[in-house]
Each structure stands twice: as structure tokens, then as C-alpha cells.
């Protein structure tokens, strides 16, 4: 008669390594987007926005929109102020949009993969939650703000947004030389980023993630979008070739 005991002890090593791999599979996916908390960001923000105005988007207008009492004399005090008395909103709506991206990262993460070849699941990018309807991101280290007002499909919106600009820089850095030189926060590469974006979100695939369209942010750039996109459509999957014709709709503006 043979023994089941060596047979049992096998299956359960492969049941452990199973579910160790499992456990280690959910954690690495669970890194990808961070948001949290960052009152010192929101001081640079109001003194880097409070004037500031870029393709027709006014975000200085956006910032008195919503803290008509803010001022360059009492920015850090006000700053200071509505963290306090508004620290339990300001946590709840970091933590929603925390808990909805665990849910949902994983199936942008694959379909943004998908489209440039690369393996994005590694990377760690940091949204930041703002009192401050600005939601600007900073490539240079991969992180970003959203307005804590936006509802979660639009908080969601803005970090899948971000995410995707960092993707398309990397690509950029990586694939195409005519990029090399370009300005990733102004200009022509900053403004196809832009165009680009609204092109991709509005795909069918990302779309099933979203569920909201896609808008193009920047009043200024509607003219651009509708020479780009057509050479998105001879283009289609072949992202160097789209990003190097496009470019050369701009003049070409070298990094100073």
C-alpha cells in the first residue's frame, strides 16, 4: 500500500508557495499610486499659482473660486488654518480615493503597459490631496496633487491622468531622440503630453477604467488637438513615430 503522507506534504508545500505568490502578487500591485497628505506642498503651490495662468486655464482664478480670503500676506496662516478645521474631510477624501485606485490600478496599470511596451507595474508614483484646485504634477519625481473636492471618479481622473504623463515622458526618454532636448513642463512636448493624454483616455480600453470622458484641460490647445489627432489615427501603435510627426507641427524650441 503506498503512503499519502510524502503526496500530502507536496500539495501542501505547492498550496503554500500558491498563496505566498498570491500575497506577494496583490502587494506588488498595491504600490503603484500612493495619495497622501502634504500641507508644506500646499504652501509652494499657493505661491506658484496664485498669478498663474497657462493655455487659457486660470489657475489663479481657481484658487479664489473656492478661498476667496486668501491672500500673499496670510497664505501660510490660512493654509495653516483650514488644515485644522478641516482635517477629518481632508483625510476621508484621501482615503476614498486611496481605497478606489486599489481597486482600479491594476487594470489601468496593464492596459497602460499594453500601449507602450513597457512594464509600468514596478513604478511608485505620489498624488497629494490639495485644498487647491491646481492638480499640478512634477515629473521630476513622480508625484502630483488633486483637489480634495473632486468626486472619486474625477480624483481617480486626475491620478490615472498624472500617471499616464509620467508613462509617456519615460517612453519619450527612453524611444524617441526628438524629444531629448524638449522641455517636459512648457512647450511643445508638454503641450503633445497634454493632447496625447485625451487621445489615449478616450480609447475604449481606458475608457472601461474611467468611465467618464476625457476632456481636454487647456482651452489653448483645442487647435493642436485637431491637427494631432489625425496623425494618431495613420499612427496607431506605432507611438515613436506619432510622437516624432507630431512634434513637428510645433517649431522646434530646444531646452535652456
Not at 509620467?166 to 519619450?172: E, H
Not at 513615430?241 to 513637428?248: P, Q, T
Request: some cysteine.
Amino acid at each position: 500500500m503506498v503512503s499519502l503522507g510524502p503526496i500530502r506534504q507536496t500539495l501542501n508545500n505547492v498550496l503554500t508557495l500558491n498563496l505566498l505568490a498570491e500575497m506577494a502578487w496583490g502587494f506588488y500591485y498595491s504600490i503603484m499610486i500612493t495619495v497622501k497628505l502634504n500641507k508644506e506642498l500646499d504652501y509652494e503651490v499657493y505661491d506658484d499659482f496664485k498669478a498663474f495662468e497657462m493655455s487659457g486655464a486660470n489657475f489663479a482664478e481657481a484658487i479664489k473660486k473656492d478661498h476667496s480670503n486668501i491672500h500673499e500676506d496670510n497664505y501660510l496662516q490660512y493654509i495653516d488654518d483650514f488644515y485644522k478645521t478641516n482635517s477629518d474631510l481632508l483625510e476621508k477624501s484621501c482615503q476614498e480615493i486611496n481605497d478606489y485606485l486599489s481597486q482600479n490600478q491594476e487594470a489601468f496599470f496593464a492596459k497602460m503597459n499594453e500601449l507602450f511596451g513597457l512594464d509600468f507595474f514596478t513604478d511608485e508614483y505620489l498624488g497629494y490631496i490639495s485644498i487647491f484646485n491646481c492638480n499640478p504634477r512634477y515629473v521630476e519625481n513622480k508625484t502630483f496633487q488633486i483637489f480634495y473636492k473632486k468626486d472619486l471618479l474625477d480624483k481617480a481622473e486626475v491620478a490615472f491622468h498624472e500617471s499616464l504623463h509620467f508613462a509617456f515622458f519615460d517612453f519619450c526618454d527612453l524611444f524617441v531622440d526628438e524629444t531629448r532636448n524638449l522641455d517636459k513642463n512648457n512647450g511643445p512636448l508638454w503641450e503633445l503630453s497634454e493632447i496625447f493624454n485625451v487621445i489615449i483616455l478616450n480609447l475604449p480600453q481606458f475608457q472601461t477604467i474611467l468611465k467618464r470622458p476625457e476632456q481636454l484641460f487647456y482651452p489653448g490647445l483645442k487647435e493642436k488637438f485637431k491637427q494631432v489627432q489625425p496623425i494618431w489615427l495613420v499612427n496607431e501603435g506605432n507611438l515613436k513615430n506619432f510622437i516624432a510627426e507630431s512634434l513637428n507641427l510645433w517649431p522646434k524650441v530646444p531646452l535652456t
